[in-house]
RNA sequence: GCGAAUGUGGCGGAAUUGGUAGACGCGCCAGGCUUAGGACCUGGUGGGGCAACCCGUGCGAGUUCGAGUCUCGCCGUUCGCACCA
């Protein structure tokens, strides 16, 4: 073994070592247990970043872990390479996106490969490959055939100038990022998946979920968003016309509250009022002018306009004067709303704003009631007031007899509503899998025969930014249709990339297989037992997969399994501190943290560009992110300080699913960690080869270090394998590290203990830093692959103790400490606590009332 | 706006089931060593106080023998909001 750490040379060889082996490359053993363990795959953006260390580092860690537990263990890895980023940079570079996406891959492949991951590269697959998107088409057109996609109209943002649909991120204050033009809202055709079909289902599965984060359960439980109330229909007669106007509401119990009902802009009954009202007509046209995303119109300011119309109220026939407001949805419930000012907060923000009346109809335990200013009371459960016949009867009972009524009139009944809406699939992009419809002017749309398929995107088109190149594309779009056999377009629609990563968990299991999606292997592997990603994917990516797999399982694809992922971690953010300037004409312009010096000068702390020694200002700590210029190129740290470093690293800085913080100083400790550990095996095996440990012989200080290696053993098998705390797994490994380096090395004895407590190090650390203690396994004499080794388990002998340390409180403040035998019994500790000479000096003066004790611990004395 | 998290020394964080607050690391201070190295080693390091002790986990209340942990209210930060992936 040598005296240095080399870590360049070290990786090579153990990298060289499992690859020569194939030491990742799994197949199917059905006498063996497996684990699936599967990070989200990236998208190949150009480089790898610190978010993708991190998450593939957590996974590689379990994955690592559990192969030293005997599983039979599949840790796949490919490419989400269809998207957006892929038409910028061919816009930007004059490239067609499959070249730059296959040049990314190819880089970001060498970097994982860096890394040292455990990775089954045998099974890789991209997106973007034929190969792989064929099994969307196909699959897209059993779903058809089923009636699970289907057509409808939907809104997008229309870029007039650009003449292209515009993705929601395309979009700068309700104008277009190339051109600057006001963005317009368009209804066109669009293919959906009906997932609201699988809602209640995908709902209460979420309960029996039990290795998901409840924060995850909880917010795709509030995206799903079951909500049990009353469709209430106000009847109207408009120009001669009896309609029913439908609202949906939670709040039945407040219907003899309601003085206005507001329903959305693109409302039938809204263009209808439009008809003849230029200045509602522009008024609506604002409205469709205005923000498509949720959060915005959630946040605008809220208008409205009378329609001059009005409808009947069910119960009271009163008329109720019809309103158009910017924050009704039309995707949600009815498109409509009926206004209850006096009882939830919008409505009367509402009504104050446009002088219409608040009519409080429920009573809250007896406060009084003023329209001057909203109380978040206002909006709670109460009994029925100035409501006539519902007086006095509480939520429960008055919703039963408002919808009672109701449906007596015809006019209403309890129904179930969900936030959760299909899923439009349809997208005007080139760089996408094609959806496999042909359009027959004779037929109509018409799908594509399976023994025509895949539907192959050519690969030589440059994006230009105006529509979707598909349009222009004549070899593309010719074909003759299935059914006449004349002349007929092709559709240039592709699919939403998140059709892509909804079942390539499932593809993994048989990427090899040309003649079909999935087979019989896919019984073996899945579901995935480990899932790890970004905690952004907790609601959409992860919704989108739990759906998919359903309706796999419908068309009788896959059996056995309705959830893909037994077990999800989600890991936080990776940020860094991010420095700027602005400029003369007032743009912002971020610098790298790598080329900006930090110091203190005269206590305070300042931050310099290095280039040019001017000053900038520090933006905080925030998400690494290109826009901000704050990444660290993982790239050249593994070049300077090796993967065990960057690995070590990202997991002890912080917990996996919390945010982690960049810090230069940080990494060092981390590489100077390595390096002591490198340190105590080299000086170890230096002196020869150790003694066999003989545990009958040990002394008190040999029993105490032999204690401390087999817990902090323990310990680490808990926190990776139970808890995921790597950072605390690693915390320990330090102390024992800590210890062993103040340990005596005088007698053979010693250095037993010495040998067991280094190699107990060196397995613990092993999953996370595999190249260094791939190395100091043999150099600790073994002629095995540290790799092959199962993880070893705990020695329960070396843990035992003659006497315990028990902490003694007086009024729950900590006064002393006493040492007892192990198994001391409870009047053993209380007189030992009582005749503590400190604890005495407390509770003179006063009587002890009480005395608390909790075997093993603590004693508390209540005076 | 809605939904979900989160808040502890100078900094990242630990405290797993309500039981010693600050493990481990960074930084800083002092000393040592020197083959001057990306060094390394030893000791110290929440605040106040000479000390005995006192104070201390975003803010304000509460439950409890005992609260960083549980409950209620507020404030700040982060993530998601359906065409970024």
Request: hydrophobic residues 40%.
């Amino acid at each position: 073994m040598q005296e240095r750490y080399e870590p360049a040379a070290i990786e090579a060889e153990a990298q060289r070592y499992w690859d020569e082996h194939r030491s990742f490359e799994v197949t199917e053993d059905p006498s063996r247990e497996k684990y699936y363990c599967l990070s989200m795959f990236p998208y190949p953006s150009g480089r790898l970043h610190m978010g993708h260390v991190r998450n593939y580092t957590i996974g590689d860690v379990v994955a690592r872990f559990m192969r030293m537990q005997g599983r039979n263990v599949l840790q796949p890895m490919g490419w989400d390479s269809f998207g957006l980023p892929a038409e910028n940079a061919a816009m930007a570079n004059g490239v067609p996106p499959a070249k730059w996406t296959l040049d990314n891959i190819a880089t970001m492949k060498s970097q994982l490969k860096a890394l040292g991951f455990a990775i089954d590269w045998s099974r890789e697959l991209a997106t973007c490959r034929p190969e792989y998107y064929r099994w969307n088409q196909w699959l897209f057109l059993r779903m058809l055939e089923k009636g699970i996609a289907y057509q409808k109209t939907g809104i997008v943002n229309w870029d007039p100038v650009d003449k292209t649909v515009l993705a929601n991120e395309q979009v700068i204050d309700g104008r277009g990022w190339r051109t600057g033009a006001l963005v317009e809202r368009r209804e066109i055709p669009m293919y959906y998946l009906k997932i609201t079909d699988f809602a209640e289902d995908l709902l209460e599965a979420l309960a029996h979920l039990p290795g998901w984060p409840e924060r995850v359960r909880a917010m795709q439980a509030n995206w799903i968003g079951k909500s049990e109330g009353v469709r209430i229909g106000f009847p109207y007669e408009i120009d001669g016309v009896r309609g029913v106007l439908h609202a949906f509401t939670t709040r039945a119990d407040t219907v003899m509250g309601v003085t206005f009902c507001a329903v959305a802009a693109e409302h039938p009954l809204a263009t209808h009022a439009a008809a003849g009202n230029a200045e509602l007509a522009a008024f609506i046209e604002e409205c469709k002018r205005g923000p498509t995303i949720e959060a915005e119109i959630a946040t605008q300011e809220k208008k409205g306009m009378a329609t001059g119309l009005s409808v009947r109220h069910p119960l009271t026939g009163e008329d109720v004067p019809l309103w158009v407001g910017n924050y009704v949805l039309m995707s949600y419930g009815e498109g409509a709303v009926m206004g209850v000012p006096a009882h939830d907060e919008r409505d009367f923000e509402f009504a104050k704003k446009y002088g219409l009346a608040v009519k409080p109809v429920i009573d809250v335990d007896g406060r009084p009631y003023s329209t001057e200013a909203w109380q978040s009371w206002y909006g709670e459960h109460g009994r029925c007031v100035n409501s006539g016949k519902y007086d006095g009867l509480d939520f429960q009972a008055a919703v039963d007899a408002v919808s009672a009524d109701l449906e007596r009139l015809k006019l209403g009944e309890k129904r179930i509503t969900w936030r959760l809406r299909d899923w439009g699939i349809s997208r005007q992009r080139y760089w996408g899998c094609p959806i496999p419809i042909i359009h027959c002017e004779a037929c109509g749309a018409v799908p594509v025969p399976d023994d025509q398929l895949p539907v192959v995107l050519p690969e030589n088109l440059v994006p230009d930014g105006s529509g979707n190149p598909l349009l222009k594309d004549a070899a593309f779009l010719a074909c003759t249709c299935p059914r006449c056999g004349r002349a007929a377009r092709r559709e240039t629609d592709t699919m939403d990339t998140f059709v892509d990563s909804s079942w390539y968990f499932l593809r993994y299991a048989c990427s090899d297989n040309q003649r079909s999606a999935v087979d019989e292997r896919v019984r073996y592997w899945l579901p995935v037992d480990q899932y790890i990603g970004g905690i952004e994917h907790a609601i959409l990516h992860l919704l989108y997969s739990r759906f998919w797999t359903r309706v796999m399982g419908e068309l009788g694809l896959i059996v056995g399994f309705k959830e893909p992922f037994t077990h999800l971690f989600t890991q936080g953010m990776v940020l860094n501190e991010a420095f700027f300037r602005k400029t003369e004409t007032g743009r912002i312009e971020y610098f790298n943290p790598a080329d900006v010096d930090v110091s203190v000068r005269d206590g305070r702390r300042v931050a310099v560009l290095r280039k040019d020694g001017g000053v900038v200002e520090s933006a905080g700590v925030i998400t690494m992110s290109k826009s901000k210029n704050n990444g660290v190129d993982p790239q050249v740290l593994v070049d300077e300080l090796g993967a065990d470093t960057a690995r070590l690293f990202t997991m002890f800085a912080a917990p996996p699913e919390q945010t982690l913080e960049w810090s230069d100083e940080g990494v060092q400790g981390a590489f100077r960690f390595i390096k002591r550990l490198w340190k105590a095996v080299y000086e170890h095996v230096s002196a020869g080869a150790a003694a066999p440990l003989d545990k009958a012989r040990l002394s008190e200080a040999q029993r105490s270090i032999r204690r401390q290696a087999h817990h902090t053993l323990g310990k680490v098998t808990d926190d990776i394998g139970r808890r995921r705390t790597f950072n605390t797994a690693i915390a320990a490994v330090m102390e024992l590290l800590n210890a062993l380096s103040k340990f005596p090395q005088q007698t053979p004895l010693d250095r037993g203990v010495m040998q067991e407590a280094l190699e107990i190090a060196v397995i613990s650390l092993s999953p996370i830093v595999p190249h260094v203690t791939h190395a100091l396994w043999r150099g600790l004499g073994h002629s095995t692959a540290l790799i092959d080794e199962p993880w070893p388990s705990v020695d329960a002998a070396a843990l035992e103790q003659s006497s315990v340390q028990m902490v003694v409180q007086v009024n729950g403040k900590l006064r002393s400490h006493i040492t007892v035998s192990a198994g001391a019994d409870e009047e053993v500790v209380r007189k030992a606590a009582l005749a503590d000479a400190h604890v005495q000096k407390f509770i003179a003066g006063g009587t002890v009332r009480k005395l608390i004790v909790v075997p093993g611990k603590l004693v508390n004395v209540v005076v």
